[in-house]
């Protein structure tokens, strides 16, 4: 057992925790510090290492006092909850609607919900970083919305790392939407400075009900120093729509995993993404479709600008059952390497045991385009500046196609600053696209 | 303005330009006019910079300065403009942007300092009524999905706003129709002054009657074998490029 496993084990043990939980904690505590550690033989670890974070100490999540002047936060009328360091923040936080509770502050019928659905998805005994979070469960969130109704307004998820030590910061959502409910979430993950060196633990479960919606945002603006063990869990019933987007700027590892499973015919999952590793940073996405029924349809658009010596590991599976006839899924991955000792594994699966579908799957990786660079600098663009719109252009077709515009506003400055491209251009868009 | 040496040049192996001579004076208009696989684009690939293309004799200067031992985008800052036969489409690059950046580059490049957003959206709206391209080309990516003609268009939208010394018309007419030939030859003929040159390559002799030359010159096996003025392109009309074959061998 490495320094991890074994911390894990003793903070599944002594963090306080409502008791109704904490019998998931120890079995999250147990399962984890009792997994093999995966190594590059192990399928879904091939191209990520994580011999450096078997050897991570971590303390116990504690609140630190943390004031956000600077921090960027997406301009939206929304219901905000904070955590820091995992720690549920009500100073920082929103009155909350009835429909979302702390899983501390959940009543008898709240309480019965998380228990019917918590880790049903993220299953711990199959999930390495699904047993992480639940065994130091303790702080949580429900959303849980009605037969038919709608949130007025978006919940925001905003989850900050600070303070010198570096501590286990988990966070555990649970979203159930009954028969037509609707929902849409930011979760939103920040760190106070590149030395901070959390390992943050994030899993979120959507069981997404029968012609139910749900839009969610999930941005890593992490800093240098963190681990990411991130994980999405989706479940979709008849008629039901997902709309997710994700966007990674890259640390020591950021780790996410989508599992998404059509359960009713005729729902719909829409997943697109992009990440931005430089430095020496690692990023990781694993996607994981389920058609299990007939009707469904999935459409996944990944897009990476990979620079300096960064990593990159996207792996898209897509897997038809048999009965998942007349199924629709679509799949494309796009790199772009800035740099000869940037790297990308890209591995698009797609398995398929029904016979009457239709699917596709791209995965590519490419330097800029000569001719488009050529255009731009026979207009006078130095071939610099031509190469930052460029690759400014590859992810903005993406980010433009996000349907909150709130979260594009928002999204714009952080890219802009990434691409390191002039905050007067943008400005002048925005004036310029208020005028047209 | 421009001076073209006995400029010979190729792509990957093959000899495309073989000893090409050309003068061109400020204020004048030249046509160039060819038939297929003449070298006729490889002309202006070679004097915007295009990589691809290798000079392997003779010389060009421009302003004074030679054209040749200058990055792509020098050349743009010197004044010269290639309308591209087949401009790149930039999906996530707004158009707005492009237009703006390339502006600010060239009169950066010119000593005059950068115009403000609304200076500029001024000069973008001005330029975009007169070559008939909807304003909400400007926030579209470059050229994405744009159809044949609203990509001459925005070509001509760059020229105006970039006020080039030469501009080089590679193949405008190709795909247009009648009344965007119009548009576009309006442009350009708008443009015209003392001390602006143009070079209008075309396979065709009826984009010049609507942008009248004063020279026009034949382009054939890589080098120019015949000029006159505007009649010859009539003559080429009438006659067809076959009646030139012994000078060009």
Known sequence: MGVLQARVLELAAIQNAPAWLSDLRYQGGERFAAASWPTRRTENWKYTSLAALAKKDVAAAHAESVEFNDLAMIDADAYRLVFINGVFSEKHSDALPPQVTTFAAASEEQITVVQRHLGRLADSSEHLFAALSQSVLEQGVLIHVAAGQCLDKPIYLLNYSAGKQACLASTRNLVVLEEGAQAEVFEQFNSDGDEQSNLVASQTEVVIGNNAKFKHYRLNLEREGITHAGGVFVELGRDALYSGFALTKGAVLIRNDYVLTHRGSGAHVELNGVYLPRGKQVVDYHTNIQHCVPHCTSSEVFRGIIGDQAKAVFNGRIHIHQDAQKTLAELSNKNLLTSNKAEVDTKPELEIYADDVRCAHGATVAQLNDESLYYLQSRGIDREQAQIMMSFGFINELIQSVENSDVVEFLMPILADQFGRKESLLQMEADALESL | ?249
């Open chain 2, 1 to 249: 303005m421009l001076r073209i040496e006995n400029l010979c040049a190729r792509v990957e192996e093959k000899e495309i330009l073989k000893g090409l001579n050309l003068h061109v004076k400020p204020g004048e208009v030249h046509a160039i006019m060819g038939p297929n696989g003449a070298g006729k684009s490889t002309l202006g690939s070679v004097l915007a910079g295009r990589e691809a293309f290798e000079v392997t004799a003779g010389s060009v200067a421009f302003q004074g300065k030679d054209l040749l031992d200058l990055d792509v985008e020098a050349r743009a800052h010197l004044g010269l403009f290639l309308a591209f036969q087949y401009p790149v489409e930039i999906p996530g690059v707004s158009n707005m942007e492009f237009l703006k950046s390339s502006v600010d580059a060239v009169r950066k490049a010119r000593g005059k300092s950068d115009l403000s957003s609304v200076e500029f959206m001024k000069l973008a709206r001005e330029a975009s009524k007169k070559v008939k391209l909807d304003q909400a080309f400007l926030k579209r990516g470059v050229n994405e999905g744009f159809s044949g003609g609203e990509k001459k268009r925005n070509e001509i939208l760059q020229m105006m706003l970039l006020e080039p010394s030469l501009c080089i018309l590679d193949e405008t007419d190709s795909g247009l129709d009648i009344d965007a030939l119009q548009t576009v030859a309006d442009g350009v003929n708008a443009m015209r002054s003392p001390d602006r040159s143009f070079v209008v390559v075309t396979h065709y002799q009826r984009l010049l009657d609507y942008i009248v030359p004063d020279y026009v010159h034949v382009l054939a096996g890589g080098k120019i074998v015949k000029s006159g003025d505007k009649s010859l392109a009539k003559e080429l009309e009438a006659k067809g490029y076959s009646w030139l074959d012994g000078e060009v061998a």
